[in-house]
């Protein structure tokens, strides 16, 4: 049965669309009420991201003389809200649409799904941290007028502060691993194998921080409580700016709320050479996966060349978010028309 058929017999499942229409008004009233300016930049976009591991939608289109353009739609609208901040503006927040291929029908995942990112400038990320903490505490306060909410009979506490605790310390507490030495990549294998994993020819120091992180950390993480992890290896941060006290770490971080990564947060890269130099890097690494090839966005680095001041920046998923808050264990149960319904017989 088709979503818009089950609305039609159950009318009681339009409360969810009016829940998530009331979570996004508490959205842009909190960003408002802080001078923040709601951006709206573009889903088509010339280049997409460069991410290694992400597969942008690619699709081609013509002008009114037939002329063919090709194009992607956005993974994240970092880039232009960047670009933005180039020019001058300080406080941006947006939520739009963004597109990623390669992703399942349901659970947490959709290919087409709503994101919030939010950039200020004389801000880094532990600035980012607080105003995420603040934003969800103001949620579940404006939902249910408490400091807890419930999701999947698991009582999540978003009281203030929430839990930190640094990459280095969840290797060391969960997987009984020492970061600092998967900066070499033989050690990494070594350690690896020695613990019992399977280690494929290719396998990079991600893919190995990957099978550690999804098998030995994300699920023994605090689910009661929401919990930042900061501090990530520079091969997990190709648009996080390096640690001054150490470069082999960004800083970098990401939310965890109910065992649900929700968000992702940098205090932002902003040297152009360094961040010429990683998205290079990072297109060697998608021609290695056999990714398509995507080219570098000359605008984003003159955007930075011309000088932003130090800024922090989070992308956060507005569905998983919304998923946590009205307690819906399936995407396909939050979105009106998720893809599962659209192209699946």
């Known amino acids: 049965m088709k979503n818009f058929e089950k609305y039609q017999k159950n009318p009681t499942l339009k409360e969810i669309q009016f829940k998530k229409a009331k979570i996004k008004d508490l959205i842009r009233e909190f960003f408002k009420e802080k001078g923040f300016l709601e951006a709206e930049t573009p889903i088509l976009v010339k280049y997409a991201g460069m991410e290694p591991y992400l597969s942008p939608f690619s699709l081609k289109f013509k002008d009114e003389k037939n002329k063919t353009y090709h194009g992607f739609l956005i993974t994240s609208p970092e880039y232009s809200l960047k670009k933005m901040l180039s020019s001058g503006f300080e406080k941006l927040f947006e939520i739009t649409k963004a597109f990623r291929q390669e992703e399942s029908f349901g659970g947490l995942h959709n ?46 506490d978003v009281s203030l502060p929430f839990k930190r605790m640094s990459l280095k310390q969840v290797f060391k507490k969960y997987s009984n691993l020492d970061l600092d030495k998967t900066f070499s990549l033989d050690y990494f294998k070594k350690i690896m194998k020695a613990k019992g994993y399977k280690i494929e020819k290719g396998m990079d120091k991600n893919d190995l921080f990957y099978l550690v992180f999804l098998n030995e950390i994300e699920p023994n993480l605090d689910k009661t409580k929401p919990i930042f992890l900061y501090d990530y290896p520079i091969y997990q941060g190709a648009l996080a700016k390096r640690k001054k006290n150490n470069h082999y770490y960004v800083e970098r971080f990401e939310l965890f709320i109910g065992g649900m990564e929700i968000a992702n947060a940098f205090s932002e890269l902003l040297d152009y050479k360094e961040q010429l130099k990683r998205l290079k890097e990072e297109q060697k690494l998608r021609k290695k996966l056999n990714k398509e090839f995507i080219e570098i966005d000359k605008d984003f680095i003159k955007a930075l060349k011309s000088g932003i001041s130090k800024t922090g920046g989070i992308a956060l998923g507005i569905d998983r978010l919304e998923m946590l808050l009205l307690n819906i264990k399936d995407i396909n149960d939050l979105l009106m028309f998720p893809a599962k319904d659209l192209f699946e017989k």
């Open 111 to 156: 290919p087409e799904f709503s994101i919030l990112e939010w950039y200020r400038t004389n801000a880094n990320y532990k600035d980012i941290m607080r105003d995420t903490e603040k934003l969800i505490n103001f949620l579940a306060k404006k939902l249910y007028n408490k400091n807890y909410f419930y999701y999947q009979d698991l009582k999540i």
